[in-house]
């Protein structure tokens, strides 16, 4: 240290605690916290280092109690995709298993690319008694700890072994965190002993330093290069995926639409980015999207991807774009991404990117004829018949179906509703009906599909949104999987709504275990038969009891009018408040339209048994239509 430098003497933990509450991101010319709180959980490896920091600087950061390490890792997700990325949460944990619990959070985080900072706890960087409790030994390997699990889902890692590396790692922390083409889950990991260890830090250190989110434009040859092909092109689809909402591009996406006519099919992720009702809008694409979407895609000269990472649900695996000329162009920030599907990359921010095109497409008044603009605005009229078709209820004293439990919330939302949900049958359902009334209604994690985000996401997203109604979309699967943080929510009077929709175990993987061959083996929740199998009677579980026994209100629904009425209730509740519902199952898995594009899971190529045999011969019938793209 330089004599002249003026010094603060603080623990590791509590010099991390202060720096992490002055930094700040901006963007277009908004600046927040870029670490709005921390959630933990205490053991040893963090109670006395960090849990001992955060209750020195309670007044400068906000904590909150998590119940499983993952669920806080979801909470952390939601609340910064809810923020567009501007603003995380750190997590803390103990060393050993609350530390590998954080795992499947980040690699959900680093996958959907969204920014949250793990602070899990170590073993002793001095290794005075090896091994201590929860450690991992390695026999070959000293400096190996369960933490290095982290690695591979983490978009930076470090240890911290001595208390002066925490500057350039907490450095490197923030610029991967406020990145937008690096960002997902960050890992500094703290060794216990170090987090006590006392150092003189300098005080510029704890300075409010502001990240700014950059949003560059596009290289002008590619420019160049992207507006030739889309005034070339016949019958060009746009393909909107999660980076059009990371960058909130919503409205350049809009502009660009409404002046050249060209259809907007999204993602999971990119769902919500033109409202459903923009002329342009024609839902979801791929294996669990519109008729409308998948028919452009089959007969497309020029996909348009705009922030989109173009995952096998997004092409069919392969087989969903087959004009034989099709050509693709990337609008996206990160490269990777840009040149995928060999296509013709315009690497920049999504907003940037859209509005430069619609200016220079203006110059040529460019748009797409008529009668390609005709076609697809009757097939998506039509498409929406359908979703009314699903959406309605004749009978009102009966159970409803997975579709009308969303056709009757359709009917109580605003756009200032959010409904989020991640797997099961209802993301299919959901990409294919759900009727986007603003830009962030939609939240859909699709890039992991992690059962159990729901309700800890809708907590994060209720934190970041706490004036707007939140909704947990749950199967009964998905709701045991993880309804730790229900309690999170009661204790801090969060007033999420969960909705779980019963239909007695995996309605989703049922159906696919039946079309590939695997006779639904073990995807009911029943009691075994005598053949061995799990058909027999439903199992005498209550979950509407368990949601009630953690602290919430809950509302038992038992018809499509009982329904409406908790829902109603639910909506208006201030209080956190699940609404439980017995599903109707129908011949397809939940009453949906069938899927309108392939999606390839392998089928055994050689088995016994006649349901696997056939399932082979239309598997290999879907194959020979894939195609490479080069
Ligand atoms: C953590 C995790 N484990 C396993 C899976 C694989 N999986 C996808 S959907 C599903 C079943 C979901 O059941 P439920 O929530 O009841 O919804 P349903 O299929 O009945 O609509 C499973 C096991 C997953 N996505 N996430
Ligand atoms: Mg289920």
């Known amino acids: 240290m330089t004599a002249h430098t003026s010094t603060t003497r603080l623990t590791v933990a509590q010099a991390l605690v202060r720096f992490l509450a002055a930094q700040y991101t901006e963007r277009d010319g908004v600046r927040r916290r870029l670490i709005g709180a921390t959630w933990g959980i205490f053991g040893h490896g963090n109670v006395a280092g ?16 998590g119940r499983n390490e993952q669920a806080m890792v979801h909470a952390a997700v939601g609340y910064a995709r809810q923020s567009n990325r501007l603003s995380t949460h750190a997590v803390t944990t103990s060393i050993g298993p609350g530390a590998t619990n954080l795992v499947t959070g980040a690699a959900l985080a680093t996958i959907n690319h969204v920014p949250v900072l793990l602070l899990p706890g170590d073993v002793f960087a001095a290794r005075p008694a090896d091994p201590v409790l929860q450690q991992l030994e390695v026999p070959y390997a000293g400096d190996v700890s369960v933490n290095d699990c982290l690695r591979p889902v983490s978009r930076y890692f470090d240890r911290i072994t001595r208390p002066e590396a925490l500057i350039p790692a907490a450095l490197n922390a923030m610029r991967v965190l406020t990145d937008p083409v690096e960002t997902g889950a960050v890992t500094l990991a703290l060794p216990q002993d170090v987090q006590a260890e006392a150092y003189d830090w300098p005080e510029e250190f704890f300075a409010e330093r502001t990240w700014a989110v950059r949003r560059p434009g596009a290289d002008p040859a590619e420019l160049a290069e992207a507006v030739t092909a ?15 909402h990371h960058s909130r591009a919503e409205e350049a ?155 009757v919330l359709d009917t109580l939302v605003d756009e200032t509703d959010i409904v989020i949900n991640a797997a099961g049958s209802l993301p299919g359902d959901l990409h294919k009906l759900w009727r986007a009334r603003s830009r962030d209604q939609y939240h859909l994690e ?41 309690v999170t929510a009661v204790q801090e009077g969060i007033a999420i709504k969960v909705v779980i929709l019963q239909n007695h175990g995996y309605a989703s993987i049922g159906g696919l275990s039946e079309s590939v061959g695997a006779e639904r083996f073990g995807t009911a929740y029943r009691f075994p038969s005598d053949d061995g199998t799990y058909t027999g009677p439903p199992l005498p579980v209550d979950l509407a009891a ?8 809950v509302l038992r629904a038992r018809t499509v009018a009982g329904l409406r009425d908790a829902l109603a209730e639910a909506r208006a509740a201030d209080t956190p408040t699940c609404v439980y519902v017995e599903t109707k199952t129908t011949d397809t898995v939940s009453g949906a339209p069938p899927a309108q594009a392939w999606w390839d899971v392998p089928v055994a190529e050689t088995a016994t048994r006649p349901s696997a045999v056939k399932a082979r011969e239309l598997y290999e019938r879907h194959v020979s239509t894939r195609r490479r793209h080069l």
């Open 253 to 407: 996406l809009a502009e660009f639409a409404s002046a050249t006519g060209i259809p907007v099919a999204s993602t999971q992720a990119g769902k919500g980015s033109l409202r459903f009702d923009h002329p342009q809008d024609v839902g979801g694409i791929g294996h669990t999207g519109t008729a409308t979407a998948c028919e452009l895609a089959r007969t497309a000269d020029l996909v348009i991807g705009v922030g989109t990472r173009y995952t096998d649900f997004t092409t069919a695996s392969g087989t969903l774009f087959q004009h034989p000329g099709v050509r693709f162009l990337n609008l996206n920030i990160a490269p990777f991404d840009g040149h995928k599907l060999a296509g013709t990359p315009l690497i920049a921010d999504a907003r940037s990117g859209l509005a430069e095109l619609t200016e220079a497409l203006a110059m040529h008044g460019h748009r797409v004829d008529a009668a390609y603009a005709a076609e697809y605005t009757e097939d998506k009229e039509r498409w929406e018949q359908r979703v009314d078709a699903c959406y309605e209820a004749d009978e009102p004293d009966v159970r409803p179906t997975q579709p009308q439990v969303l056709g």
């Open 446 to 486: 699709y890039g992991y599909s992690c059962m159990g985000y729901e309700i800890p996401a809708a907590v994060g997203v209720k934190l970041a949104a706490p004036e707007r109604p939140v909704w947990a979309l749950v199967g009964d699967g998905t709701y045991l999987m993880m309804p730790t943080e229900i």
């Open 50 to 65: 960090i849990g001992q920091a955060l209750v020195e600087y309670a007044d400068v950061m906000p904590y909150h109690q």
């Open 546 to 553: 368990n949601a009630a026994s953690l602290g919430m209100r």
């Open 230 to 244: 889309i005034r070339a092109a016949r019958r060009p689809l746009l393909i909107a995926g999660g980076g059009v």
